[in-house]
C-alpha cells in the first residue's frame, strides 16, 4: 500500500467496484471505509419511487459482497442527515479525508457544496472525482465563455476535444480502517427501501426482468455491442420489441461507467471499419449521440440549476396551464381514448419502462392536448420510471414542452394517430397493452372512433364503455393550444405594462402545486388478462381550492389565471405484472433533441436575478436559425402528416 492515509470513501450513484475514480484513489493512499448513506430528508420532492428504490435494494448487497471480497465491506446507514452521518463515520476511524464521485442534479449540488463547506472548515480533505461524464459541465463553454444551449453545439465542441477513455483500473485488495467495527451498520433490509409488503409483492415481478448489480451491467454492455450495435439505428423507429440496450438504469445507478461504455464501443467500430462493415456506422453515429444527450442533460443541470422547475427561456412564464385533476388522472391510467397513447402510460405503469419514443409521445400529449404543467409529467415519469433520471427527465420535459432553443415548437400539435402508423403499423404494441382493442382490425386500431359501427362490435368495442372516447378532439385540442399561446402572449405584454408600474408578477407555475398521486398495488396476472381497472391506479377524488390571480395592465382590463393550491406530490409505488423483455438504450431517459440556435442567442435572453437565473419570455427566439436535424424523431413528420394543421390567428 502507498500511503497510510483513512480515508472515507462515499457512495451514492457509483455503485461499482470498476473504473470507480473515488474508490482507486482512496485504495491507493491507504485504509478505507467505504459508506453508502441513505436519507430520504435529503431527497426532499424527489423522494426516488418504487422501482427505483427497488433497484437499489438489490444493487447494494451485490457491492457490498464485491467490497468485502477485497477485504472491506460495505457500512449501511440510515440517517436523518447526510452530513452528520458522515461526521460520525470520520470521528469513529479518525478519519482525515473524505472522497466521492460527481453528481450534477439541483438536490446534489446543494447538498455537496454544503457538506464540502463543512467537513473543510473542520479540516478534513475533500476530493472529488468525475466518475459519470466523459466531460465535467465547466469545461465545456463557448468563444465567449458561455454555456451552450442547443445540444448540437454542444456536442460539436464536445468532440474537437481529447476523451479520456482510460479507466480506473479496479483495486486488487482494499485495507480496512482501524476501528471499524465502532461505525455502526445496519442491513439493507433496516434501510426501508421497501416501505410495506405490498411493495415488496409488487417489486417481485422485477426480478424476472432485470439483474442489477455492476458484474451484471458489464454483461448486458458486452451483449449489446456485441449483438445489438450493429442494428441500433434500425431498430429505433421500432416501439415493440427487443430494440435497445437496456443500459439506462445500469448507468442511473453507476454499476457501469460511461467511459467503459464509449471505450467498448470505439473499439467495435475500429473492428467494424476493418471488416469493411459500413452498415455499422449509422447505428454507431446514434449510439454516440445517445451517449452525447444524457451528457447534455448533466450539462444543462449544472449550468441552469432551476431548469428543475421553471423552464430555460421562460417563455411558459404566462402560461395558461390546465390544472384539472380528472384529466392528468385519465392520461396517468391510460384512459385517453388515444390507443397508442394510452398503451404508452399503460406499460409505464405496469413496468416502469416504456421506449424513447413513447416517452415523447405521451409527455407530448399531456402538455399540448391536456395543457397539464409539465412540471407535473416530470414528477409522475420520477414517481414511476425504474430508470428515473432527474437530469435526463428535466431535459425531456423542456425539449418537448418548447422550453428549449432547439426542442419542438410549443405550437408543434403531433397527432396520435399518424404516429401510431409510424411507430407500431401493425398495432402488436396496442393490442399487448390494450386488450379491450385486441380484435380491431389493423385499418382501425390507431383510430377506433372512426370504425364502422359493425367493426366495433364484432372486435368488441364499446367507445365510452369499455374504452374511453377521445377525451378531446383533435381540431378542438389545435385551438385550445393557439389560444393558449395567445393568452400567453397577452399576459406576456401585460407583465411588461405592468412592470413600468413598479409591479412584480410571479411564473404561472409558482402557485400550481402538485397533488397526491394514489398509492395502487395490483395483483400479479399478466397485463393482457387484467380487466382495465385492475392494470391502472385509481385517485381517490379530493377538492382542491381554487385561488385566482389579477394581472393588472396599466389600461386597467384585466386576465384572470386560475391557479390550484394543493398537497405535496408523493412518491407513486406498485405495477402490474408485464416481465421487462425489451432492450432499451440509456438515452430513452433524455428525448432526442434537434439543435437550431446559437447560445449567444439564448443567453441574450437569460438574466441572473438575486442569484439565480431566470429566463425572460421570449418563445420567438425558437423560429430564429431552425434547421431540422433531428436525426428521426423530427425528419419525417412534415411529410408524413403528423402535425395537425391549425388556422392562423393574430396575436
Known amino acids: 500500500m502507498a500511503g497510510s492515509e483513512r480515508t472515507v470513501v462515499w457512495f451514492r450513484r457509483d455503485l461499482r467496484i470498476d473504473d470507480n475514480p473515488a474508490l482507486a484513489a482512496a485504495a491507493r493512499d491507504g485504509a478505507v471505509l467505504p459508506v453508502f448513506i441513505w436519507c430520504p430528508a435529503d431527497e426532499g420532492q424527489f423522494y426516488p419511487g418504487r422501482c427505483s428504490r427497488w433497484w437499489l435494494k438489490q444493487s447494494l448487497p451485490h457491492l457490498s459482497q464485491s467490497l468485502e471480497s477485497l477485504g472491506c465491506p460495505l457500512v449501511l446507514i440510515r440517517a436523518e442527515s447526510t452530513l452528520e452521518a458522515l461526521l460520525r463515520c470520520i470521528d469513529s476511524v479518525g478519519a482525515t479525508r473524505l472522497v466521492y464521485n460527481h453528481l450534477y442534479d439541483p438536490v446534489s449540488l446543494v447538498r455537496d457544496d454544503k457538506i464540502k463547506k463543512e467537513l473543510s472548515a473542520l479540516g478534513i ?52 480502517v482501524p476501528g471499524l467495527e465502532s461505525v455502526r451498520s445496519c442491513s439493507v433490509d433496516d434501510l426501508g427501501l421497501e416501505s410495506s409488503k405490498d411493495e415488496e409483492s409488487s417489486n417481485a415481478l422485477l426480478r424476472r426482468a432485470w439483474s442489477p448489480g455492476w458484474r451484471n451491467a458489464e454483461k448486458m454492455l458486452e451483449e ?62 446514434f449510439f454516440m449521440r445517445s451517449i452525447g444527450l444524457r451528457e447534455y442533460s448533466r450539462y444543462l443541470c449544472f449550468n441552469f ?63 399540448k392536448f391536456l395543457l397539464i404543467p409539465w412540471t407535473w409529467g416530470m414528477k409522475y415519469f420520477w414517481d414511476v420510471l425504474l430508470d428515473a433520471d432527474l437530469e ?16 419542438h415548437e410549443l405550437s408543434r400539435l403531433d397527432n396520435p394517430e399518424v404516429q401510431g402508423q409510424k411507430y407500431d403499423p401493425d398495432g402488436v404494441y396496442v393490442r399487448t397493452w390494450i386488450p379491450e382493442l385486441a380484435r380491431m382490425p389493423t385499418e382501425w386500431i390507431h383510430h ?22 377521445p377525451i378531446v378532439d383533435l381540431h378542438i385540442a389545435r385551438e385550445c393550444l393557439d389560444d393558449s399561446i395567445s393568452t400567453m402572449w397577452q399576459l406576456d405584454t401585460a407583465e411588461k405594462l ?17 397533488f397526491d398521486i394514489p398509492k395502487v398495488v395490483l395483483r ?21 381550492n381554487l385561488k385566482s390571480k389579477v394581472l393588472k395592465a396599466s389600461n386597467r382590463s384585466s386576465i384572470c389565471v386560475d391557479m390550484i393550491r394543493s398537497s405535496k406530490m408523493e412518491a407513486t409505488s406498485s405495477v402490474a405484472n408485464s416481465p421487462v423483455s425489451r432492450k432499451r438504450s440509456f438515452c430513452e431517459t433524455a428525448f432526442h433533441v434537434p439543435s437550431y440556435s446559437s447560445s449567444a442567442e439564448v443567453h441574450s435572453h ?46
Open 498 to 514: 405592468a412592470e413600468l408600474d413598479g409591479e412584480v408578477v410571479e411564473d404561472n407555475l409558482s402557485n400550481i402545486k402538485t
Open 224 to 285: 449489446f455491442v456485441s449483438h445489438g450495435l450493429l442494428e441500433y439505428s434500425k431498430h429505433g423507429m421500432k416501439v415493440e420489441g427487443a430494440t435497445t440496450s437496456l443500459l439506462s438504469p445500469y448507468l442511473h445507478f453507476g454499476e457501469v461507467s460511461v467511459r467503459k461504455v464509449y471505450q467498448l464501443v470505439r473499439m467495435q467500430q475500429i473492428k467494424w471499419e476493418n471488416e469493411g462493415t459500413s452498415e455499422a456506422e449509422e447505428s454507431i453515429h
Open 305 to 367: 440549476p432551476f431548469t428543475h422547475e421553471k423552464s430555460l427561456l421562460g417563455n411558459l412564464k404566462h402560461y395558461p396551464w390546465k390544472v384539472d385533476e380528472e384529466r392528468f388522472k385519465s392520461w396517468r391510467q391510460g384512459m385517453t381514448g388515444y390507443p397508442l397513447v394510452d398503451a404508452g402510460m399503460r406499460e409505464l405503469w405496469a413496468t416502469g419502462w416504456t421506449h424513447n419514443r413513447i416517452r415523447v409521445i405521451i409527455s407530448s400529449f399531456a402538455v
Open 125 to 176: 480533505s475533500i476530493q472529488s472525482f468525475n466518475g459519470d461524464l466523459l466531460y465535467e459541465p465547466w469545461e465545456i463553454y463557448d468563444d465567449s465563455g458561455l454555456a451552450f444551449t442547443t445540444f448540437n453545439m454542444y456536442w460539436e465542441k464536445c468532440m474537437e476535444l481529447p476523451i479520456d477513455v482510460s479507466p480506473s483500473f479496479a483495486p486488487w485488495k482494499l485495507v480496512p
Open 392 to 407: 435526463s427527465d428535466i431535459l425531456g420535459w423542456q425539449y418537448i414542452s418548447g422550453s428549449l432553443p432547439d426542442g
Open 524 to 544: 400479479e396476472t399478466s397485463p393482457c388478462a387484467l380487466p382495465i381497472d385492475q392494470r391502472v391506479p385509481h385517485a381517490s377524488s379530493k377538492d382542491h
Open 448 to 469: 377506433p372512433w372512426d370504425a364502422p359501427s359493425c367493426i366495433l362490435e364484432v372486435a368488441g368495442v364499446e367507445l365510452g364503455f369499455n374504452y374511453p372516447k
Open 606 to 651: 437569460i438574466q441572473d436575478h438575486g442569484g439565480s437565473l431566470v429566463g425572460p419570455s421570449r418563445y420567438l427566439l425558437q423560429e430564429a436559425g431552425r434547421n431540422c436535424v433531428d436525426e428521426v424523431e423530427d425528419s419525417s413528420t412534415a411529410d408524413s402528416g403528423s402535425s395537425i394543421s391549425r388556422q392562423r390567428k393574430a396575436a
